[in-house]
């Protein structure tokens, strides 16, 4: 689908505010959760776009960062853990208009829904995956994550993480993304801006957010420590540059990191038999004749 | 008098090859100059190497099942005739490689020995011809005239200009070598109607139902006996403006079908039994946020991987209990090929119009079986569109409306303006989690009350036909693909001056209960046949409708033939 | 005279939290004195946010159940009290902050009415004491020494003296309070029988069960309600050479305790309903293959995600019947805290003895809910261990053997020198891949025959133990965690003068169809109630035994209360 | 395990040869597969490390190239489809001194187990897993894989495939494998070394082996072209290097691309306690009272 169709607005229409994307239910987050930096800065790229609320679908697996659909007042899907992608994919195949963004947590994303990570972002779906990052489970109350420090102690790990952390960015770049960003839940208007770059990349868009969990694993110290910008001369179009910061970076980047015009499959299939004709049984049956 | 309604059966070793093809050209030359056929076919689940056999079964007449052992036997090799001979009838036919097959002598048969390898290598200098070759025998032996074998060889080599004509050759030379021949047997293959049938497996049919209906999203993940249908429908969908995905695994491919039906395009994917296994979370999700989309599960043998390219009827417990908590799904089986269509397209009219999975129970033998087809009649498909909440206030659209017959408008994303999110939590009618006592119980009724509209819309003669004597002892109660060979045995019951009727729903859930019941209770006694060890719909029948059924199960990889079905009318009528 | 045996109900939201600890250190303290306790806890899915209560019994005599509403109602909101006020019994007691609440004047109860967030602030300094004054106003309210609760305060900020020093203040300070209020109620715990007492949840007896059986091999992903089983054994395996792995996904768990149990090690896994959607697949694999193993599967209300915190005997038919094809599986359902012992180190004796996949059915309230139980014997739970090739001939050893009972050698890799291949495919005596008719029907009937040796073994009277009047009209057959609801309905029947009894067997497949039969042929009426909707396990019943039962359905993710069953109770053999 | 265990054999001890490996049952392969090639390599293999038949499991899912362990005379399970690498985790966990191999395909490992494969690499179990990469589903009749070339057309794919294709080497870098190599089925000496290499390796191995499927995509012709030695000096030790190559790579390097010593989990996990204590209820039950 054109760029230019995701922030076209009729000549003379109304502004749409951040207020009209909320659902009116209010957010089940504990005080303090990184996921509430998410959800407002979704709430922000959406209005940036001027996107209709009825041509926005946010799927989701489940999570605590899962819960995110029921606050936005756009379409959704909240599924089973680790589906969302697919969820997703068949949902953009089936209308490219729409746009879809696809939120969840470290565990829905990179545990049990690592495959279907990998063939989304190599088919180059075209939609945005914001994987709201607190190294931990904390819908199931703080086991350990695929992205939890080595050594991490947890329930599930009393001794210790002894899995090498996934890396997300690296992962995402080895999948094939072709547009790889990483934003801060505590620095919600960058993270807008992240986002919203990913909805207008006509590809798949995976945003690496951390958002900490504040009753389980409170890392807001350890992030304001750690993240960074990237450099201001950053060339993100050079995927080899990512892999490496990707592979040796001590502080953790924020921002676009890479970016890759590919041809989304949601565009691809569409090309395919590019005059559709009307199915007509009688027709089709000739060849069984 | 000539016979021209008779079986023929090939068999012979996949690393060879040629067995499936040969007889598949043969029915397929016959059908089209107007015959009936019904084939069937078995092989190993390796890719080279192992026993495979294909029949068919010709006719001037309806044919509805494979039939009884065979007529005609053609065995490549010394395996093959021995698996088989047993099988033939009296006067039966045996042809064989005289260089490769020792038949024992057997007066009941009659036996044509050609060295078809020697010939192919020596004479043709095509040792690939020897399919073709014994094509051109079968031709002359049996009455079928060459032009149609000669338009398919044509038709497949048409860019391949030498082999065509080396293939040519090798069919006249079969054809002229039975002139040398002294015919002894009655075969023989005479003029046909020349009505213009199709050739069709169940998979074929299943797809262009589905394409009628409207199916415009595919996705699946390959897998014997189902692949053909994802193949199918990547070829064919975006012709029609459709997209089919090829998933990366059968999760994806039901989740992406979730999604697709969500944004409003009517979905289905198709599987088989491990496929279907790991679907059931996702058909829970489907149920529950009330997805329409259409499951098939070509069923093969299993546990688990089983023997993945033989037939049984095996996953009926999983597709009407697999998954997790209690939810409703509608479970349907076709039960021949031309029936397939109709099934196919009642399973999409069945998910739009209750808003939940539907899934379609093949069989291996029923997926990869030819049968010639008559005219099919597209208007008595009715094509059914989900309810849209046309002329509700979005502001007060309530996707989950509790509703007397437990259907609920549905709101498409960009069409319709009504947002709301779809669920897997239980939630209240506007879809949000809600997880008090009342909702869930109000919810769940809610689910399973359109199983109860539905039932009133398939408790009928169309849906649940009932064959043979009125006034029946024994009530024959089958599904799926079974059905040609309980009607076979119920003719010859009934020829037999035994009295014996059957009744086929096309629907296991829910189940047809008042036509069943009446059934059930006109008769004194009920034969449940399945392919199947535990015998999985006697058992829904007895826990649903406390039916105490005469079961008679088959595993093994094949199918049923009338004669075994007619075996057992006869134990429980006449020797009980 | 004082009144103690009684339920106390504690009600409110977790944002603000405290009210499952407060409830769960107070029967903490009472058991430790030798009461008997009984717990009941529902909380939102929410972490933090939404409506929680906690419940627990307290009696000097055995409890089986959480009984029937409360006497005592502690409300720490407005919420909670419009919630539970109509099941606090005549007499009961409310107490409840009384800037919070309001309650409506009744005259049916005692109410005291506290202060407790404006003291925990004013005058203690502390908010989040607030917990630990309402447990020092319960315990002096209705006599329990405050000394076993100071200790709790203790050992759990053992290392945080300032915050140790406040809590005992805050609790010091409501046992003090409740010297200025005048008792009206007659709640009253008096002397308890000091006799030793482990306090457990159900997944803390299945856990011990396992290790005492021998597991020393456990892979899980966390999910609710099973999560805590994990976590133990994440923590105590390594202690006694064992393993725990936390997997990406519930495939990657049971396919991971399939290779441990291979490699000849005691595995198992736990999940819930979705998880053990995803893992139907592998367990046919299990089954076909023959290799030993427990799966437990602690229900939640579905489908989907459904009511993720609450309760239900949902997923009796996908233990039942999950998975495709046809293949043996060993279900159990522990019927109480103390049952989970035995019944875990039943599953790992049957799961070795039978090699197949066992599932033991547990459910959210008996995962979580703790009593007090008494002597454990573990004499009585006999350790059983797999049946190995020793003094076979490696040559001619053939793992999957014809045996009279199913059973056959089981070699261990780096143990046994008798290699083979464990395959998912149909196989021969050896393990070989074979898809003749013959051998996959030999060996379905092998695999299957097992289940027929072990239905031996459990139809007894351990196993499927019979209650109440020998002479019944009415027989009660329940399965799980309903088993004491079900027994203080039965008592109560007996003491009208009604003629009951229950029947609440441990194995579900196979049935213990012997004693199953006997009781429903000595009885009237039968009657199965269920947390589900469709009736699980009445279905399983009248499939299996043809029995047509009287359906009690509760769903809405709360247990039966023993009235509710004696009400059914009543309308079958007085009303009706 | 230490290393040396592995090769260890009594002094004295007869050399086991290579036919000793073989189950006596013929593979049911196509004439001209590559996976012929691939298990004679494995032959080779553990005939050169001498290994106890006994003490070796071959696990595999489902696929022509999955039916491997039936043609070895060690143990060996023959799975599920995409779910070797967790039974065979489960395998090592329970006995850490069985050496495992997992063999498998590109569908079955990279499609339908790709989730598994990451987060295997990641734990480091300690095992040897071979990827008979034959760009296609060969014992499902020829459709698409996630190896295919951009723009394959197959049964499934019949106006070409879109997908990028997963780059086996890089993915397995990028997942945390900590010793990956390539080899060609038509080298199967090489390749014997090769999977040597990886058994002795103590940690998790991937081997990337293009193993063309004669029925129905020979490719032959284009790997005879397209395969080339590592540089004879090259770092096998440089994370950076190795994932460089991987990304630009236009011939397909065979050899040993990556190597890193890093603790395997199935070794971390036994000295969580290092003292086993004997596991008794009543003593147990006491955290109860
Ligand atoms: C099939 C299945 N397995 C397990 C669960 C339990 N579960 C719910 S959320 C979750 C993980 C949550 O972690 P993450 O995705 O990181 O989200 P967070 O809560 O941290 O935002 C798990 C394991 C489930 N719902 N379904
Ligand atoms: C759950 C499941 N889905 C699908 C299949 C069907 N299937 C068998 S093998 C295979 C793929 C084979 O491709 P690959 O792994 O590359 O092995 P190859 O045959 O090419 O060696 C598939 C899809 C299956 N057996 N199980
Ligand atoms: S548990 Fe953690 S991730 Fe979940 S809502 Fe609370 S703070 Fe956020
Ligand atoms: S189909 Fe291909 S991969 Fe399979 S055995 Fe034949 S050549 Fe090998
Ligand atoms: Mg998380
Ligand atoms: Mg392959």
Redesign the pocket.
Known sequence: MPDGAKVARAPGAEVISVKEYKSGDKPIWCPGCG?FGVLSATYKALAALQLQRHEVVVVS???????TPYFLSTFGVHG???RSLPIATGIKLANPALTILVM?????????GTGHFTHAAARNIDLTCVM???Q?????KA?S?PTSFLGHKSKSTPYGVVAKPINPVLFALASGASYVARGYSARPNDLADIIAGGIRHPGFAFIHVQ?P?AEFFNTYDYYDEHVESLPPDWDAHDLKAAVDLALTEEKRHLGVIYEEERTALSDAVRKFEPDTKQFDLTAYLQRFS | MAKDNFIIRIGGDTAVGGVISTGDNFAAAAARIGFRTFTFRTYPSEIKGGHAWFQVRISNKPVYSLGDGCDILIAFDQHAYELHQGDLSQNGVLLYDSDLVQPSPNGNIIRYGIPFQKIARQELEFVRGTNVLILGVMAGLFGLPPASLKEMVKTRYKRRAELMEKNIQALDYGYEYTKTIQKEDKFWLGTADHVARLIMTGNDAITAGALHAGCRYFAGYPITPASDILETMASQLPRFGGVCLQAEDEMAALASVIGASYAGTKAMTATSGPGFSLMT?LLGLASMAEIPLVIVNSQRSGPSTGMPTKLEQGDLFQALYGGHGDFPRIVLAPASVQNCFRVSVLAFGLAEKYQCPVILLSDQSLSHRTETIGHVDTDVFPVVDRLRPDGVDPETYLRYQYTDDGVSPMAIPGLDSHTYVAPGLEHDERGHPQLSPEVHERMTAKRFRKLDTARLEIDNEELCPRYGDDQADLGIIGWGATQGSIREAVDRALAAGLKVAAMHPRVLNPLPEERLREFVSSVKHVLVPEVNYQGQFAHHLAANLGVQAIRLNKIGGLPFTPGEIYNKIEEVLVHA
Chains 1, 4 share one sequence.
């Open positions: 996921d697996g489940i999570g605590c960062s899962s819960r089973v853990h680790g969840g947590g470290d565990g829905d994303l990179m545990s049990i709201m990052d607190n931990t489970y904390g819908l199931t086991q994550s958002s969990c | 979370e």
